[in-house]
Nanobody, 128 residues
Framework: QVQLVESGGGLVQAGGSLNVSCVGSGRTLSRNSVGWFRRAPGKEREFVAGFSWFTGRTYVADSVKGRFTILGDNAKRTVYLQMDNLRPDDTAVYYC?????????????????????WGQGIQVTVSS
């Protein structure tokens, strides 16, 4: 079982930056990749970015590519999401999720949504 705790977030003006963190624990954490999703009001949960502990590779959704960066720190068991040039439509609750490593990020995203471990979520609000 994997446990995830998010921190950071808050309120920022459009064009600003925020960093959110996800600290993982649990015996099986190393078998998982970790990613960020978000849910805006009235919308479906959306994948944002993923990080593989095993390979160090990352995957970032097209909707945030060039503005968001995902980084992992193995020693701290922490995955960071650096969000730059934020826009009002980035406003959402951001969730950290862990799921067992799969072949390909599309499969991992489906696995996370179906049966992953999730943090409690953290609010990010971008004002115009």
């Amino acid at each position: 079982q994997v446990q995830l705790v998010e921190s950071g977030g808050g309120l920022v003006q459009a064009g600003g930056s925020l960093n959110v963190s996800c600290v993982g624990s649990g015996r099986t954490l190393s078998r998982n990749s970790v990613g960020w999703f978000r849910r805006a009001p009235g919308k479906e949960r959306e994948f944002v970015a993923g990080f593989s502990w095993f390979t160090g590779r990352t995957y970032v959704a097209d909707s945030v590519k060039g503005r968001f960066t995902i980084l992992g720190d193995n020693a701290k068991r922490t995955v960071y999401l650096q969000m730059d040039n934020l826009r009002p439509d980035d406003t959402a609750v951001y969730y950290c999720a862990a799921a067992v490593v799969t072949v390909g990020w599309s499969a991992w995203i489906r696995s996370a949504l179906r049966s992953g471990s999730w943090g409690q979520g953290i609010q990010v609000t971008v004002s115009s």
